[in-house]
């Protein structure tokens, strides 16, 4: 076998293959088996005739079709393997020439796994962020705390900023009600900022039994294409104002949340826990900054095959979101304002940037020989297990050896991202 190979692009190459006489030699003998098999004739039960005499019974062009076929399956990965590439998939063989019993010549075009050249890794330049907590951020928490403690008492008063209403309302645009527009008992604190501007404001001054109507023009930049910009009416009955008592941030609340005595350990309590959530929050931001400098400072060339496989993966997200929202896809992107034109292209820059961080990290977790030993992935492996044991379908997957490879794949991943943090921490 003779291989030669043109590349046809970073990630794609194009080999063109010579069998000679005795390469396909074998190929004939398995195509003669074959169809020996699948060939009747008189005083031989049907898949016993003796090849020597079903050779003259198998017409010529069935019997080349064949020995072709087996000769390029035979042949098409090992010819890969001679010029050391991998094809990500099956590659696109076309049969260029053949002579029977002499010469089978075929290109077999295939997306390969790239060459990375990776930049200067140690040396990143990205900044590992400050983490505060703001005085700001504590205050936020303490008055969530305190409307979790909140008294509503139903008032006969006409609503203001900061009372609940209980409402019921159905949304119309030019006279016909939209979609996703009514409901019925609905809670709304006013100044929550729940919707769209003037909705909220328009009910400040209204009783308990007042009926009215709202006229709203929805926001230019709003999500549902539909209403972006649309000037609506909502029909609006106040049913109930509550009049929502907060409790005084003080010793006293502060006890009520667990062991405190005092509000500054309430505080000294928040505090901590915020700090643990922006480090972790921030934490994951770096990660994500430092594989971006790395994929800018390599040379990464991604194949279109694993970034139409992201693009899947990235539709298959959103369309597991709409179906729990009752949804399509395509209903999905219209109520956000999408179209397919402008998601594809949206989607292919963030497949694209997820295929280079995969490579730029798999080929690092090489050089530096990274790896997670068995016992770890065995153990990652029961955690799941214990996670999901109520699940028999996600308990049977873990069992299959793939699902077992992915899980390594992914601590990989995970180990070599820390590698990336203690290099370039600072």
């Not at 705390?145 to 159905?170: C, L, Q, R, T, W």
């Not at 790395?294 to 970034?307: D, G, N, R, W, Y």
Request: with cysteine.
């Amino acid at each position: 076998m003779k291989v030669k190979s043109k590349k046809v692009s970073d990630s794609r190459i194009e080999l063109t293959v010579t069998l000679d006489a005795a390469d396909l030699k074998p190929a004939k003998a398995q195509a003669l088996e074959k169809l020996a098999k699948e060939l009747s004739v008189e005083g031989f039960r049907k898949g016993k005739v003796p090849v020597d005499v079903a050779q003259k019974f198998i017409p010529e062009n069935d019997l080349n079709a064949e020995t072709v076929d087996f000769a390029v399956r035979a042949t098409v990965i090992e010819a890969f393997k001679q010029i050391e590439k991998s094809p990500l998939v099956l590659p696109n063989v076309t049969v260029t020439k053949y002579v029977p019993n002499e010469i089978v010549e075929y290109t077999a075009v295939a997306d390969i796994i790239p060459e990375v050249k990776l930049g200067d890794y140690k040396k990143l330049g990205v900044k590992y962020p400050d983490v505060k907590v703001t005085e700001a951020e504590i205050k936020d928490v303490l008055n969530n705390i305190a409307s979790s403690f909140a008294e509503k008492k139903a008032v006969k008063k006409a609503a203001a900023m900061g009372d609940e209403v209980i409402i019921d309302f159905v949304g119309k645009k030019n006279g016909e009600p939209f979609k996703g527009g009514t409901a019925k008992d609905y809670h709304l604190t006013l100044g929550s900022k729940t919707f769209i501007p003037g909705f909220e404001e328009g009910i400040v001054g209204h009783e308990p039994g007042d009926k009215f109507d709202l006229k709203i023009t929805f926001p230019k930049d709003y999500g549902v294409k539909d209403l972006a910009g649309a000037k609506t009416v909502f029909e609006v009955l106040l049913k109930q104002v509550n009049e929502v008592k907060k409790p005084k941030i003080d010793d006293e609340m502060a006890k009520k949340c667990g062991p405190f005595k005092t509000l500054d350990e309430l505080k000294k309590d928040i505090t901590k826990n915020l700090k643990a959530q922006n480090e972790h929050k921030l934490g994951d931001k770096y990660k994500d900054d430092l594989v971006n400098a790395l994929v800018k400072k390599s040379t990464v060339p991604a194949p279109e095959i694993l970034i139409d496989d992201q693009m899947r993966a990235i539709r298959d997200d959103i369309s597991r979101n709409a179906a729990s929202q009752g949804m399509e896809f395509d209903e999905f992107l219209e109520k956000n304002g999408e179209t397919k034109e402008s998601w594809e292209k949206e989607a292919r820059k963030i497949a694209e940037a997820r295929v280079k961080a995969s490579l730029v990290l798999q080929n690092l977790a090489i050089k530096e020989k990274i790896t997670v030993s068995d016992d770890l992935v065995a153990a990652k492996i029961a955690e799941l297990k214990d996670v999901y044991k109520k699940s028999p379908d996600a308990l049977k997957q873990l069992k299959d050896p793939n699902v077992k490879m992915d899980i390594k794949n992914r601590m990989i991943i995970e180990a070599t991202l820390d590698y990336l943090v203690k290099t370039n921490k600072k």
